[in-house]
Structure formats: structure tokens, C-alpha cells
């Protein structure tokens, strides 16, 4: 399934542990999203998206199997749900699929933070 990553996930070391292959990563394709913000949840350290009139999110589009699939849905938990949604990349635009939790705030969201 083609992924949208924007958070925590962006780290090398968080998707390999957590997706659980190392070279899941390497097959990333640089994305943006447009018209989505980067935003807080309530006072946790884990971004959503939220929808932005303007607004532009950095990411990485991967390509993960069943049991890559599996793992991040796991760590994502249970308020994340899988939702469409259209990236940029080099070669155009391209349908992915990205976890959004409900409950965005309007706070930009700080990559320090890490899950």
C-alpha cells in the first residue's frame, strides 16, 4: 500500500523499528500535500493533519507490504485512520494513503518531538 508519511514516522530509525524493515525508508519518494497543515494534538507530542486553505506538508511516500502495514497501523493506534489523499512528488501527483487522528489543534506541530 502506498504511504504518506509526515511525523514521527520521517525518522529513519522510528519507521524501520516500527514498520519493521529497515529498507522501507530507502524506497521514499520526497511528497508534499497541499491544502493540510501539520498540526498538535491537544497537549500530546504527535502530529495529525488538519485541512488549510494555503498550507503545504512535507513528507515521504512509501511503498509498504502487509506486515510493514500491519506494524505502523499498530503503532499509529487506534485514533489514527487510514484516509486518501493526493501527494506531490517528482513525477507528478500520486494517490496515497496517511493517518489522520481527529482532534488537530491550530499549533503547529514541533518535529523535536519524537514518538
Same mark, same amino acid.
Given at each position: 500500500?502506498?504511504? *504518506? *508519511?509526515?511525523? #514521527?514516522? *520521517?525518522?529513519? %530509525?522510528?519507521? %524501520? /523499528?516500527?514498520?519493521?524493515?529497515?529498507?522501507?525508508?530507502?524506497? !521514499?519518494?520526497?511528497?508534499? *500535500?497541499? !491544502?493540510? #497543515?501539520?498540526?498538535?494534538?491537544?497537549?500530546?507530542?504527535?502530529?495529525?493533519?488538519? /485541512? $488549510? +486553505?494555503?498550507?503545504?506538508? +512535507?513528507?515521504?511516500?512509501?511503498? %509498504?507490504?502487509?506486515?510493514?502495514?500491519?506494524?505502523?497501523?499498530?503503532?499509529? =493506534?487506534?485514533?489514527? +485512520?487510514?484516509? /486518501?489523499?493526493?501527494? @506531490? #512528488?517528482?513525477?507528478?501527483?500520486?494517490?496515497?494513503? @496517511?493517518?489522520? %487522528?481527529?482532534?488537530? @489543534?491550530? +499549533?503547529?506541530?514541533? $518535529? /523535536?518531538?519524537? =514518538?
Amino acid at each position: 500500500m502506498r504511504l *504518506l *508519511l509526515y511525523g #514521527t514516522l *520521517l525518522d529513519p %530509525a522510528v519507521l %524501520a /523499528r516500527r514498520g519493521g524493515d529497515p529498507a522501507l525508508r530507502a524506497s !521514499g519518494i520526497a511528497a508534499s *500535500l497541499t !491544502g493540510w #497543515t501539520r498540526v498538535g494534538i491537544g497537549c500530546l507530542p504527535w502530529p495529525t493533519l488538519r /485541512r $488549510a +486553505r494555503g498550507g503545504v506538508v +512535507r513528507g515521504v511516500v512509501v511503498e %509498504a507490504d502487509a506486515a510493514a502495514l500491519r506494524r505502523l497501523a499498530a503503532y499509529e =493506534g487506534p485514533a489514527y +485512520r487510514l484516509t /486518501r489523499v493526493v501527494a @506531490t #512528488t517528482p513525477t507528478g501527483k500520486t494517490a496515497a494513503w @496517511t493517518w489522520i %487522528a481527529p482532534g488537530g @489543534t491550530h +499549533r503547529r506541530w514541533d $518535529a /523535536r518531538w519524537k =514518538g
